[in-house]
């Protein structure tokens, strides 16, 4: 089953999100921060990252930046509450597969989920048949 990094601050909403989704039999991580997902990501794998947006330290977007560089290049998804349309643009040209505004419904999320593994196994497909 695919692994999904969870990266919130806030411990209420990234329980929520951690149980949501190993309810639908996704195995998570959780960190408060960037810097502890992006430590963990250099030993560990993951097929997914949900980060907040407003992290102290490194925002999410700079997470999605970074993950978008180099061998740790997964789908991101945004969760925020502080969504303009400048950061939505933002966001879209660094690569981030959906953002969603808090509050938001888990099935929404849940089905962005999907459809983000579904493109992230495309893309290592592809790179798989590139480097043969």
């Not at 490194?58 to 789908?75: I, N, T, V």
């Amino acid at each position: 089953m695919p692994h999904i990094l969870i990266v919130e601050d806030e411990p209420s909403m990234s329980w929520a999100l951690a149980e949501g989704l190993s309810e639908d039999g996704f195995t998570t991580d959780t960190f408060p921060t960037a810097e502890q997902a992006w430590e963990w990501l250099q030993r560990g794998r993951s097929d997914l990252v949900i980060s907040d947006m407003q992290l102290p330290g490194m925002s999410g977007l700079d997470l999605a930046r970074k993950l978008q560089r180099g061998p740790h290049a997964q789908p991101v998804i945004i969760v925020t509450a502080y969504g303009t349309p400048e950061t939505l643009r933002e966001l879209r040209r660094a690569g981030v597969a959906d953002c969603f505004p808090k509050p938001f419904p888990i099935d929404m999320l849940r089905r962005s989920v999907r459809r983000a593994l579904e493109s992230g196994a495309e893309l290592k497909r592809g790179r798989k048949r590139g480097a043969a």
